[in-house]
């Protein structure tokens, strides 16, 4: 049976053990200097250790991102940082720039390297060189085609993995290298800082009659929803993945570290369940429109299968703002003399009909609340202040991180 890799996004504590909860095989996460979500929560540098140890008890693995785009003044301090990753047993460094890897082989040699799509592995002598130069794993452009990865495939060592981003927002510019956030608000989205400005709304207007004080602004329309018109949609590969492993992918990638853990829980989830076809009966994998509708139950954009079936890529252009077919309102802490205890996380009331996101056999169920309790064993009605941790009926046996959800 030929194993794959579900790899999770992890932007902060809770996203991590929701992501190994839900089924992923690996997290990628980051510290607090020298990756590209520089926005997340992150980690310190004791809490990587504490759970680089805490993927490894669980038996999975933890990926450290050390992927921006490097200046002079970005290498103090950073050889220190990779003999830290290598001694406290990350299983890889996610790097971009060919400076930080030369630096790593010399001072962290037994720490393992991936080549971030940030490298622009594009082509089979690109990903050709990064293999030589000591990156075990390539991690491709968003910009290809299953065929063209294939022949990256046949060119490669078989020892050489290869990793595709298979879920999730893509960048508008090739591979992630965008430079909008910079010119606009002067925070550099190669290293860690882009405020997504590709999601704001744009106006046009024409220079001349603008410069005497004629002219007018125009929205920059494409469907009556929205301005949007720099922004991709949303990868949506599931449907795809036999494809992308018959050309040589073995880890499929979810993108996410900005996102809410329901977002994790419900991809990392769907994937999990897709991947487990694949691995232990690929003859039925076929596609399933209600693998879709269940990744739909989350905040996403329109999807798209981007540049993987060779498509025209003019289909990745985004118009609509996110949407989703489901709100997130609870997540399980624990059981209580018969009760279950949640967290709320949005509105809930009893007579709501709720349903159960989780990795076992609950995964869909619904029932209708009937009984919600303060902690003190008063009975309520609406669970209506933010995070508030109440006890509920459910005739199913929940556990520790399963998620409830609404339908809109």
């Known amino acids: 049976m030929k194993k794959f890799e579900v790899l999770a996004p992890a932007g902060d504590i809770e996203k991590?053990?929701?992501a190994y909860y839900f089924g992923a095989d690996a997290c990628y996460f980051a510290g607090k200097k020298w990756g590209l979500r520089a926005f997340s929560e992150n980690f310190e540098q004791d809490e990587l250790k504490e759970f680089i140890d805490y993927a490894h008890k669980l038996g999975k693995k933890a990926y450290i991102t050390v992927n921006i785009q490097a200046h002079n003044s970005d290498f103090e301090g950073l050889a220190e940082y990779l003999v830290y990753l290598q001694d406290i047993g990350a299983?890889?460094?996610?790097?971009?720039?060919?400076?930080?890897?030369?630096?790593?082989?010399?001072?962290?040699?037994?720490?393992?390297?991936?080549?971030?799509?940030?490298?622009?592995?594009?082509?089979?002598?690109?990903?050709?060189?990064?293999?030589?130069?000591?990156?075990?794993?390539?991690?491709?452009?968003?910009?290809?085609?299953?065929?063209?990865i294939k022949e990256i495939r046949d060119f490669l060592p078989p020892e050489i993995e290869l990793e595709a981003f298979v879920h999730g927002a893509m960048c508008i510019s090739y591979s992630g290298r965008c430079l909008l956030s910079n010119y606009l608000t002067g925070r550099d989205s190669n290293r860690g800082a882009c405020v997504q400005a590709c999601r704001w709304e744009y106006?046009?207007?024409?220079?001349?009659?603008?410069?005497?004080?004629?002219g007018e602004k125009y929205e920059i329309q494409q469907d009556e929803r929205s301005t949007y018109i720099l922004n991709s949609k949303d990868l949506c590969m599931i449907n795809y993945l036999d494809k992308l492993a018959e050309?040589?992918?073995?880890?499929?990638?979810?993108?996410?570290?900005m996102k809410s853990p329901y977002y994790v829980a419900n991809v990392v989830n769907a994937y999990r369940r897709a991947v487990d076809i694949l691995e232990n009966n690929p003859q039925e994998y076929k596609q399933d429109e209600q693998r879709v509708v269940e990744l739909e139950k989350c905040s996403h954009r329109y999807f798209t299968t981007g540049f993987c079936l060779?498509?025209?890529?003019?289909?990745?252009?985004?118009?609509?703002?996110?949407?989703?077919?489901?709100?997130?309102?609870?997540?399980?802490?624990?059981?209580?003399?018969?009760?279950?205890?949640?967290e709320q996380r949005n509105?809930?009331?009893?007579?709501?009909?709720?349903?159960?996101?989780?990795?076992?056999?609950?995964?869909?169920?619904?029932?209708?609340?009937?009984?919600?309790?303060?902690?003190?064993?008063?009975?309520?009605?609406?669970?209506?202040?933010?995070?508030?941790?109440?006890?509920?009926?459910?005739p199913y046996a929940l556990s520790e991180r399963d998620i409830l959800r609404r339908k809109k």
């Open 16 to 18: 991590l053990q929701t």
């Open 91 to 148: 299983d890889a460094a996610i790097i971009s720039d060919a400076g930080v890897l030369s630096l790593a082989k010399q001072v962290a040699p037994k720490l393992t390297l991936h080549m971030s799509t940030q490298a622009c592995a594009s082509n089979k002598y690109a990903a050709k060189f990064w293999a030589d130069a000591g990156a075990k794993r390539i991690i491709l452009a968003r910009e290809l085609s299953v065929d063209e």
């Open 203 to 214: 106006y046009i207007s024409e220079k001349g009659r603008q410069d005497k004080g004629e």
């Open 247 to 257: 050309a040589g992918v073995t880890s499929f990638k979810i993108e996410g570290r």
């Open 310 to 342: 060779g498509e025209n890529n003019r289909e990745c252009i985004e118009s609509s703002l996110p949407i989703s077919t489901y709100d997130f309102v609870a997540v399980v802490r624990g059981n209580d003399n018969g009760y279950v205890l949640v």
């Open 347 to 394: 509105r809930f009331k009893v007579g709501d009909t709720l349903e159960i996101l989780s990795p076992n056999e609950n995964f869909n169920k619904t029932f209708v609340l009937e009984e919600i309790q303060n902690l003190d064993g008063t009975q309520i009605q609406d669970a209506n202040l933010v995070q508030q941790v109440v006890r509920i009926k459910c």
